[in-house]
């Protein structure tokens, strides 16, 4: 594993995991939640941050690499996982909407190994709607850690739950196009597989 700046990054996003999780179990007499909502969301924000950079510094300082191209979404599915799981206990994410964007992270890595696996990699890459369900995504996931209102005025947790559904929808849409594209391939590796 070779450590440079892209990879270091995506570390750190690792390692941020823990910090704006364990924000919550802090007692109430350290911070109060208002200050909790708010230091988690800036920790949150700074980790989806990193991974803008560590893919922009990848590909600007030409240090792509295969384990970067591996950890790299590892952390971005943990990420995610871990706010939507806090946010699910601060009652402010429907566990419906989790399990949908959970189930897809899960299902889309393994269909992805598995079209690696068969060198069809290039058919389950990443879309125009995968991106968008990311960025309504993080930014749903910022605004739902926030969630009073901005300088006490403006509803963010009302745009949070708007976008976290359209991510969820989004996310079901994008997981149809990648299930659509790589089911022909599925059932022609089965034919291949055939005595």
Known sequence: MKLNWPNLLTWTRILLIPVFVGIFYLPDTWLTLPTKDLSAACVFLLAAVTD??????????????????????????????????????????????AVIIIGREITISALREWMAKIGKSRS???????????????????????????????PIQLLGEILVYLAALLTLVSMAIYLKRAMPLLGDQDDAEQP
């Open 124 to 154: 389950v890459a990443v879309s125009f709607i995968g991106k968008l369900k990311t960025t309504f995504q993080m930014i749903a996931i910022v605004l739902l850690l926030h969630w009073d209102p901005l300088f006490g005025r403006i």
């Open 52 to 97: 803008w950079l560590d893919g922009y510094l990848a590909r600007s300082l030409n240090q792509t690499s295969a384990f970067g191209a591996f950890l790299d979404p590892v952390a971005d599915k943990l990420m995610v996982m871990a706010a939507l799981i806090v946010l699910v206990a601060l009652a402010r994410v429907d566990v419906l909407i």
